[in-house]
């Protein structure tokens, strides 16, 4: 049958989650370590939240501007910025908040600069879009970050840039001054600066710091599946400087009409109980120093310390130039699910896998002592 949308590769995380499911119907223990969802669900008072609003509604097509002035409370507390509800769009999910982006501000044929190693679902989506993703090796020596003087070097200028820090999937950051030099060089050469933050609440050195803490004109992308342990409940937000509110407002609405009225209402609880989430950050850092210990011992070599997010982005060239085989083999024979590197970068993520942080501790001992058997064989 006819179709005539660009074709894109698979989120291969994807694919390796519908296999250890299926391994795992068929009776088969599985350490969950692909994709990245905590396993630890939303705090109690979300669900208690979530409940009440099953029960009392709304039931309908419904935007929370309860749960936008919770957002604008957010920002001054974690930030000491102000950001006005109008500004803020409730999306479902980041993901959703990426298509609209995408779309609203690129024509087709535009070019978007990335990080690579970087989320997979930027390149996939803008290509999807008609929309030319420029990756950019950004490697060990820049911390895998895509920073101002990389940007400044890409010649002719791109329409857009994406950012993440925490960046997936090396959980590296940029600070503040790094952030501002980007707000320059976009400034500079008018590129549209798009920040996802979606990361940001999961760090272990220091806090994350938000665009918006050094430029209006960012247009910065955050979500409730990370920090609020929130994933399946489709839910996210947009911030975007006072010219675009209109336009975005009209491709999210028209793309996705509202964002999951349940959630909504669960999640202006959640933005309440940061310290029972900050709770879970103690176990991630647990888990991160084992990984960060054992693994090497094991000949599997974390390329930096990440200082957020809840990924470990290793180099398993011991082992095998093509991570999906090993990924997959690795699977059916122990149970360990990782995501393979090619799915972060498909030129050179041959020898690497991403492992996901925030399982249990006893997982994560699990995990280590399949493994050593494993590469023992
Ligand atoms: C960097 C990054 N951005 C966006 C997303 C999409 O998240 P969601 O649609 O669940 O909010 C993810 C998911 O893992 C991610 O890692």
């Given at each position: 049958?006819?179709?005539?949308?660009?074709?894109?590769?698979?989120?291969?995380?994807?694919?390796?989650?519908?296999?250890?499911?299926?391994?795992?119907?068929?009776?088969?223990?599985?350490?969950?370590?692909?994709?990245?969802?905590?396993?630890?669900?939303?705090?109690?008072?979300?669900?208690?939240?979530?409940?009440?609003?099953?029960?009392?509604?709304?039931?309908?097509?419904?935007?929370?501007?309860?749960?936008?002035?919770?957002?604008?409370?957010?920002y001054r507390e974690w930030y000491g910025v102000e950001v006005a509800p109008e500004r803020?769009?409730?999306?479902?999910?980041?993901?959703?908040?990426?298509?609209?982006?995408?779309?609203?501000?690129?024509?087709?044929?535009?070019?978007?600069?990335?990080?690579?190693?970087?989320?997979?679902?930027?390149?996939?989506?803008?290509?999807?879009?008609?929309?030319?993703?420029?990756?950019?090796?950004?490697?060990?020596?820049?911390?895998?970050?895509?920073?101002?003087?990389?940007?400044?070097?890409?010649?002719?200028?791109?329409?857009?840039?994406?950012?993440?820090?925490?960046?997936?999937?090396?959980?590296?950051?940029?600070?503040?001054?790094?952030?501002?030099?980007?707000?320059?060089?976009?400034?500079?050469?008018?590129?549209?600066?798009?920040?996802?933050?979606?990361?940001?609440?999961?760090?272990?050195?220091?806090?994350?710091?938000?665009?918006?803490?050094?430029?209006?004109?960012?247009?910065?992308?955050?979500?409730?599946?990370?920090?609020?342990?929130?994933?399946?409940?489709?839910?996210?937000?947009?911030?975007?400087?006072?010219?675009?509110?209109?336009?975005?407002?009209?491709?999210?609405?028209?793309?996705?009409?509202?964002?999951?009225?349940?959630?909504?209402?669960?999640?202006?609880?959640?933005?309440?109980?940061?310290?029972?989430?900050?709770?879970?950050?103690?176990?991630?850092?647990?888990?991160?120093?084992?990984?960060?210990?054992?693994?090497?011992?094991?000949?599997?070599?974390?390329?930096?310390?990440?200082?957020?997010?809840?990924?470990?982005?290793?180099?398993?060239?011991?082992?095998?130039?093509?991570?999906?085989?090993?990924?997959?083999?690795?699977?059916?024979?122990?149970?360990?699910?990782?995501?393979?590197?090619?799915?972060?970068?498909?030129?050179?993520?041959?020898?690497?896998?991403?492992?996901?942080?925030?399982?249990?501790?006893?997982?994560?001992?699990?995990?280590?002592?399949?493994?050593?058997?494993?590469?023992?064989?």
């Amino acid at each position: 049958m006819r179709s005539s949308g660009p074709d894109i590769v698979p989120f291969y995380a994807g694919e390796i989650n519908r296999r250890a499911a299926a391994l795992s119907r068929a009776g088969q223990s599985i350490i969950p370590m692909h994709l990245g969802q905590p396993t630890r669900g939303p705090s109690e008072a979300t669900i208690a939240a979530a409940q009440r609003a099953l029960v009392a509604g709304p039931n309908g097509y419904w935007e929370s501007h309860e749960l936008k002035e919770r957002l604008t409370e957010h920002y001054r507390e974690w930030y000491g910025v102000e950001v006005a509800p109008e500004r803020i769009l409730l999306t479902n999910g980041a993901s959703a908040a990426l298509v609209a982006v995408f779309a609203a501000m690129f024509a087709t044929g535009e070019r978007i600069a990335l990080a690579r190693p970087g989320y997979p679902a930027y390149r996939n989506t803008l290509t999807a879009l008609g929309r030319v993703p420029v990756e950019l090796d950004c490697g060990a020596a820049s911390r895998y970050r895509l920073t101002a003087s990389v940007l400044a070097a890409l010649d002719p200028a791109p329409h857009g840039v994406v950012v993440a820090s925490p960046a997936n999937p090396t959980g590296t950051m940029l600070d503040a001054a790094e952030l501002q030099a980007l707000a320059d060089e976009c400034k500079r050469r008018d590129i549209v600066f798009i920040s996802d933050e979606i990361y940001h609440g999961v760090t272990y050195r220091g806090r994350s710091v938000s665009a918006l803490e050094v430029t209006q004109d960012a247009i910065v992308i955050n979500s409730f599946s990370k920090f609020c342990r929130m994933p399946g409940w489709r839910l996210g937000w947009l911030v975007v400087p006072p010219p675009l509110i209109e336009k975005l407002q009209m491709y999210v609405g028209n793309f996705f009409l509202t964002a999951p009225n349940v959630a909504q209402a669960a999640a202006v609880a959640a933005l309440g109980d940061g310290n029972e989430l900050r709770g879970a950050i103690i176990e991630y850092a647990r888990n991160r120093e084992l990984l960060l210990r054992e693994l090497p011992k094991l000949g599997i070599l974390p390329v930096v310390e990440p200082e957020g997010a809840f990924y470990i982005y290793a180099d398993v060239s011991r082992y095998t130039r093509s991570s999906l085989e090993f990924c997959h083999q690795l699977l059916e024979q122990t149970g360990i699910a990782l995501a393979p590197g090619v799915d972060f970068d498909p030129v050179g993520g041959g020898p690497f896998v991403r492992f996901f942080t925030a399982v249990s501790t006893h997982e994560i001992e699990q995990a280590l002592e399949r493994l050593e058997k494993w590469l023992a064989r």
